[in-house]
């Protein structure tokens, strides 16, 4: 029997809990919970780091950030680090993109055999003003976030458009050559990532909706010392008032229920070619989004909201209707792909952190599975790290205390224990864990020599910030705009 086919779908910002399937009451997706009715869904999936292009080159690589030094949205991934699709292409196994990368340029030697409509950093340097550290760049004075809500269409939901029709004519023509020969396709879409601006039938979904109050958006609410400096750098709720808001949320709903429109296109053309029983199907996002929650709108952080994403895999050898307790994140993305084309010992071989997918699907859950996110980005004047295991998560700030949650009784993060003395040894344990996997401080002080560098390149802290900021690549063909 000839090997499976691999069709990785991606999306930009798609919270965890926005969907059916993982057990939102009111978001309609009704194709990403097919797909997990017909696979296996983790339930305990993190970005490795939350925000897009380090998530992306983390994906693309199966390394950590600390590893490979893509630090940031300024930092893309230019091939420089082997890909799991230069791996696979050496074996002789072709990958082709549609859509969204985020990586430095267009003529980078990403690893692809074909990359279609490819969507990379602006100007192959990006958001250079995330790099302005200690002290931040000013807050932000106008906020896309904030304005560009509502119904409507966007250059965002124009382009997914486009990808699903390239995505289904490609899926099409492969249909049409009746050969055994399994291919890799990755379809990378760019909603739900703002602005919110959802086509009408999408938006007319939720406009009607009683959608709650994101939690700990009071005024007077207490927020981390770390979690607030993110929130006066990336100040989008200055911005907002509560009829703004209920729009925004409404928005992002709407845009959340276009991108599993545009999903279940893409397996309905799947299924039409004649290929859904021999391909096995990945759905994930490169992180997820505050939405409010903590004042905070965006990502950029390590609570659930923001570092949880939704992982599910559907197919051949895969186990239907299975919910998996293990923690997963996007470096195992890659070894996954290189174990359905069948050749999984070059993971191993190149040292990559994840494990397949296949193989953990069909292992019973195992809880105590690490899962390891970190971040260095823009709203951060020092990094930030995640270790998740068990039912607890542990949040480690670089010279701020750290933060640690039972997510079992306290899914919503709102109860830190971090300073209780019945866990102090739990503490210790996920302290542990994670300087046995880098030195923070060390990490934290080599991505600020970088970026510092990258900084001073372009001309130093004040030209960099009064350019202002950008809320958004360009899609292919336009001009990005810098907001100051």
Not at 184 to 210: G, N, R
Request: proline share 7%; net charge negative; hydrophobic share 30%.
């Amino acid at each position: 029997m000839a090997k499976p086919n691999v069709l990785y779908i991606m999306s930009d910002q798609h919270q965890q809990k926005a969907s059916g399937c993982y057990g939102h009451e009111f978001s309609k997706t009704p194709n990403i919970d097919a797909l997990a009715t017909r696979g296996t869904r983790y339930s305990t999936a993190y970005t490795n780091s939350p925000i897009c292009v380090p998530a992306r080159a983390t994906l693309a690589t199966g390394r950590y950030v600390h590893e490979t030094h893509y630090w940031d949205n300024s930092h893309g991934y230019e091939g420089r680090v082997k890909s799991w699709h230069h791996m696979a292409g050496e074996q002789g196994v072709g990958v082709t993109s549609i859509g969204k990368l985020h990586f430095r340029s267009d003529d980078d030697p990403v690893g692809f055999e074909y990359s279609i409509i490819p969507m990379n950093v602006d100007g192959g340097v990006g958001d250079v003003r995330g790099c302005v550290k200690r002290p931040m760049a000013p807050p932000l004075v106008r906020s896309k976030t904030a304005e560009r809500i509502g119904p409507g269409d966007s250059p965002y939901t124009k382009y997914d458009h486009d990808i699903m029709e390239q995505t289904c004519a490609w899926l099409k023509e492969k249909g049409a050559q009746k050969t055994d020969k399994p291919w890799t396709l990755m379809c990378s879409f760019v909603c739900p990532h703002p602005p919110h601006i959802a086509p009408q039938e999408f938006y007319d979904m939720y406009d009607k909706v009683d959608i709650p109050i994101p939690k700990m958006s009071d005024p007077d609410a207490p927020l981390h010392p770390w979690i607030h400096l993110l929130q006066r750098s990336r100040n989008h709720e200055d911005f907002l008032t509560p009829e703004t808001k209920r729009v925004l949320m409404a928005s992002y709903y709407g845009c959340v229920s276009y991108l599993d429109s545009n999903i279940g296109k893409v397996l309905a053309a799947l299924e039409e070619a004649g290929l859904r029983d021999n391909t096995i199907v990945i759905y994930t996002s490169d992180h997820g989004e505050n939405l409010g929650a903590r004042k905070l709108w965006g990502k950029n952080c390590m609570y659930e909201e923001s570092a949880a994403v939704p992982l599910i895999i559907s197919g051949p050898g895969v186990p239907e209707g299975k919910v998996s307790n293990t923690p997963v994140t996007l470096v195992d993305i890659g070894p996954t792909v290189l174990d359905i084309i069948g050749h999984g010992e070059i993971a191993g071989q190149e040292k990559l952190a994840g494990e397949s997918l296949i193989k953990l699907s069909n292992a019973p859950s195992d809880p105590n599975r690490v899962a390891f996110s970190e971040f260095y980005a823009s709203g951060s004047d020092r990094a930030t790290f995640l270790i998740r295991k068990g039912n607890y998560k542990y949040i480690h700030y670089v010279g701020y205390d750290s933060e640690l949650f039972d997510l079992d009784k306290d899914p919503e993060e709102l109860n830190n224990l971090a300073t209780d003395a019945g866990h102090v040894g739990v503490v210790t344990e996920y302290q542990n864990i994670l300087k046995g996997m880098l030195d923070p401080d060390e990490m934290d002080e080599l991505a600020y020599r970088d970026q510092c560098a990258l900084v001073e390149k372009h001309g130093g802290r004040e030209k960099v910030s009064a350019k202002g900021a950008i809320q958004g690549s360009p899609v292919p063909g336009d001009k990005a705009e810098y907001l100051s």
